[in-house]
Structure formats: C-alpha cells, structure tokens
C-alpha cells in the first residue's frame, strides 16, 4: 500500500490555472474510475471536491475537474482564487478493497 | 445537519488499547459504508479503516492491520475503532468520514479527535 505521488507543492497567481496530478498504478488509479480529491484548510476537516475521477460534488465551485489517464489522475484548478490555498490530497481505491492516499500537494497563490 | 462527531481521543502509553468513536446523525447511517482516516502532526492524509454500511465487510491499512478493529452499532449511529498494542507513530487526529452511495468518496468528515501515544 504504497501512498501515491504528488507533487510537494505547486503555485498559480489569481486568475491562472493549475494542475496537480497524482500518479498511482495498474492496482488503485489505473485500475479503477474511483480517484477522489480534496481540499484542505490548515487546522480544518478535508473537504471532498471531485469524485470518481471526475465528477463534482453539489456546491462545489466548477472551477475544479478532474480526469485520468493511465495511472495518472489531475486535478486542475481555473481561475485561481486566494480561498484555493490549501493542501490537496487525491486518493484511489485499490485491488484490495482498500484505499490509498496520496502524500499531498501545497497550492500557493501567489 | 448532516454530522460526525468524534469522540474518545486521548494522551495513552505505548502499548495500551484506546477506543474512539463517531457519533452520526442528520442521514441514515445504516445505509453508508463509513471510513477511519488519521492524520499524524504536520503530515498528510492516511487511510486506516472501512466498514461497509452492514458491519459484514472490513478492510484495513497494512500499518494496523492486527492491532485496529474497526465497528459500528447501527442501533445507536456509532461507528468506533478499537486501538490496540499502540506505538508512537500511531500519534495524529483521527476523522471519521461517510462514503458516497454507490461512489468512491468521503463526503461527510467529523471535526476529529486527536490521539496522542507518548511515555
């Protein structure tokens, strides 16, 4: 059960887009429409914005998709807002009926 | 609302056994699988444990397989975790979340609780 690989951190002025991909294997991202994303806030819950690798929870800003190709799930974020800044955490189920995060990514809006 | 709430988090010994729970309300618990995740001090995001909606499936992290079993009294809208032989490392905040129905993702979290294993 090895976590998925994310970048440390990424950084985008307001206005711009970006992306952060989570790259897994054939056993959990490749394997499986089930990658999740969240979001956040130092000292706050993990929020859930995109499930089953694509698809965005009611309330969640249209700013933020999600897609997949191969063993490599994005998430990417347009029209950057200062409230964007926050830690993002993908996660994927696994062959083993499990789950795995991935170790993070640090969105900085500069 | 739709809510969790953790509770039973503490300061223990290594080596002692701790049980935490999740109090659900606002939704029917008994119809949603329920997740553990932790959350060590300036760290990332760790799964530890599901449950499916009926307590029949259970599934767990390599990292406390044998020492953590995870529960729930549908009766009573609880979800717990029983905290085995715990070791330092076991140390962060614990959230309890709801799945998604019939979709991969945990879309209600509780506000956690925090564990701390310290000699």
């Known amino acids: 059960q090895s976590a998925l690989t994310q970048p440390a951190s990424v950084s985008g002025s307001p206005g711009q887009s970006i992306t952060i991909s989570c790259t897994g294997t054939s056993s959990d991202v490749g394997g499986y429409n089930y990658v999740s994303w969240y979001q956040q806030h130092p000292g706050k819950a993990p929020k859930l914005m995109i499930y089953d690798v694509s698809n965005r929870p009611s309330g969640v800003s249209n700013r933020f998709s999600g897609s997949k190709s191969g063993n490599t799930a994005s998430l990417t974020i347009s029209g950057l807002q200062a409230e964007d800044e926050a830690d993002y955490y993908c996660n994927s189920y696994t062959s083993s009926s499990t789950r795995v995060f991935g170790g993070g990514t640090k969105l900085t809006v500069l | 609302q739709v809510q969790l709430v953790e509770s039973g988090g503490g300061v223990v010994q290594p080596g002692t056994s701790l049980r935490i729970s999740c109090a659900a309300s606002g939704f029917t618990f008994s119809s949603y699988g329920m997740h553990w995740v932790r959350q060590a001090p300036g760290k990332g995001l760790e799964w530890v444990a599901a449950?499916?909606?009926?307590?029949?499936?259970?599934y767990y992290a390599d990292s406390v397989k044998g020492r953590f079993t995870v529960s729930r009294d549908n009766s009573k809208n609880t979800l717990y975790l029983q905290m085995n032989s715990l070791r330092a490392d076991d140390t962060a905040v614990y959230y309890c979340?709801?799945?998604?129905?019939?979709?991969?993702?945990?879309?209600?979290w509780g506000q956690g609780t925090m564990v701390t294993v310290s000699s």
């Open positions: 979340a709801k799945d998604l129905f019939r979709r991969h993702g945990f879309d209600i």
């Open positions: 449950i499916s909606y009926d307590g029949s499936d259970k």
